[in-house]
């Protein structure tokens, strides 16, 4: 019975050919990036952190209050790698690994935000993965939600002329409604 089974698999020579020229073939290890340094520039308009890669980067960017994690897919640090000090809204960096993942994880004032992109290699330099953090305008962080601001209008009879556009530059004023009597 069992040379049965061998003589009709026609897939097991192939597999065991397959497996004898990957023996032959020496193995290597590729990363997608190798992170090699970090810097930082702060002024009054903003923070700028800048992770430099040796190849294209697999990221995703959140932040949670004062936490922002990068985390870089098949990424390692290389052995000159070093935490910048630190600047503006920035506060620090720690990494950590998470099987074949890289996860950087950054100390940053709460009260930013952030916008992220990446610049690939020109003049002999490597990629590039900028993050600049923006400090929250205080009173517009103060200000209540649009939301809530809805919420504490009456109840009465109230009719919009149009409905309110909340952009950052009028969040600091109240929605213009127009009050009608019943007919």
Not at 145 to 163: D, E, F, K, T
Request: glycine share 8%; proline share 8%.
């Amino acid at each position: 019975m069992r040379s049965m089974l061998i003589r009709h698999d026609n897939r097991g020579a192939g597999l065991l050919a397959a497996v004898a020229l990957g023996l032959s073939v020496p193995c290597v290890v590729v990363h997608a990036a190798d992170v090699s340094q970090a810097r930082v520039w702060a002024d009054a308009s903003h923070t700028r952190v800048v992770l430099v890669a040796s190849g294209p980067l697999e990221y995703r960017i959140t932040q949670t209050g004062g936490r922002m994690v990068v985390d870089l897919g098949d990424s390692q640090l290389t052995s000159g790698f070093g935490s910048p000090s630190a600047r503006g809204l920035f506060r620090g960096m720690t990494s950590a690994r998470h099987g074949n993942r890289l996860q950087l994880t950054a100390a940053i004032d709460p009260a930013s935000r952030m916008k992220s992109f990446v610049l690939k290699p020109s003049s002999g330099s490597d990629y590039r993965l900028v993050i600049d953090l923006y400090p929250v305008d205080a009173a517009l962080a103060a200000a209540p939600s649009p939301g809530a601001r809805l919420a504490a209008a009456p109840v009465a009879s109230v009719r919009q002329s149009s409905p309110p556009a909340f952009t950052a530059a009028r969040e600091s004023r109240p929605p213009v409604a127009s009050l009608r009597e019943p007919s």
